[in-house]
């Protein structure tokens, strides 16, 4: 890493919605991370971080985890320390999944859902998902290390229709610009 361009650090990732009406199944969204090695950028994770667990060194956690969006504020929030993260790691993805409890759910049936993507004070981005309300799950962030080692943000919010433990398996393809 070179002197003049030390890259993102530390980044906290969080999500906000609002719970759900009265009498209705509740809802639950889950921030997933997973790191990818420079030999396999784009193949399988070498591990995922999601609800009741963590990265093996501790660079990436789930600090706060919500099962039905009853909190003040950002209900679910996670911690990557990229710059803690072992060098064989090139890209960290990171998603969201609208778990699907009771009843097929997909960001259209979530209460005013939003996320924030900051790194100190300075927010690198927000959404409220109304671009993929079709979606089951979505990816919210990609951070890539570039050639001097310093990590690079890439925001955009895609989304994906199918199976949440199919969306883990597949978040680290290729990104459709």
Same mark, same amino acid.
């Given at each position: 890493?070179?002197?003049?361009?030390?890259?993102?650090?530390?980044?906290?990732?969080? =999500?906000?919605?609002? &719970?759900? /009406?009265?009498?209705? /199944?509740?809802?639950?969204?889950?921030?997933?991370?997973? &790191?990818?090695?420079?030999?396999? &950028?784009?193949?399988? /994770?070498?591990?995922?971080?999601?609800?009741?667990?963590?990265?093996?060194?501790?660079?990436?956690?789930?600090?706060?985890?919500?099962?039905? @969006?009853?909190?003040?504020?950002?209900? #679910?929030?996670?911690? =990557?320390? =990229?710059?803690?993260?072992?060098?064989?790691?090139?890209?960290?993805?990171?998603?969201?999944?609208?778990q699907q409890h009771q009843e097929p759910?997909?960001?259209?049936?979530?209460?005013?859902?939003?996320?924030?993507?900051? #790194?100190?004070?300075?927010?690198?981005? #927000?959404?409220?998902?109304?671009?993929? =309300?079709?979606?089951?799950?979505?990816?919210?962030?990609?951070?890539?290390?570039?050639?001097?080692?310093?990590? #690079?943000?890439?925001?955009?919010?895609? @989304?994906?229709?199918?199976? &949440?433990?199919?969306?883990?398996?597949?978040?680290?393809?290729?990104?459709?610009?």
């Amino acid at each position: 890493m070179n002197g003049v361009n030390k890259g993102i650090g530390k980044v906290e990732i969080a =999500l906000r919605w609002d &719970p759900s /009406p009265a009498g209705q /199944p509740a809802t639950d969204l889950d921030l997933v991370a997973a &790191p990818y090695p420079a030999s396999d &950028p784009h193949g399988d /994770p070498s591990y995922v971080v999601h609800f009741d667990s963590r990265s093996p060194d501790g660079t990436i956690t789930l600090n706060r985890d919500s099962k039905d @969006g009853k909190g003040f504020g950002f209900d #679910e929030v996670m911690t =990557l320390e =990229l710059n803690r993260l072992d060098a064989r790691y090139t890209r960290v993805v990171v998603g969201v999944v609208v778990q699907q409890h009771q009843e097929p759910r997909t960001f259209a049936g979530v209460g005013h859902p939003g996320l924030r993507i900051r #790194e100190g004070y300075t927010v690198l981005a #927000e959404d409220d998902f109304g671009g993929v =309300l079709g979606a089951t799950a979505a990816i919210i962030a990609e951070f890539t290390r570039d050639g001097t080692g310093a990590w #690079e943000f890439q925001p955009g919010v895609q @989304g994906f229709q199918g199976d &949440p433990s199919a969306f883990t398996r597949t978040m680290g393809a290729v990104r459709r610009p």
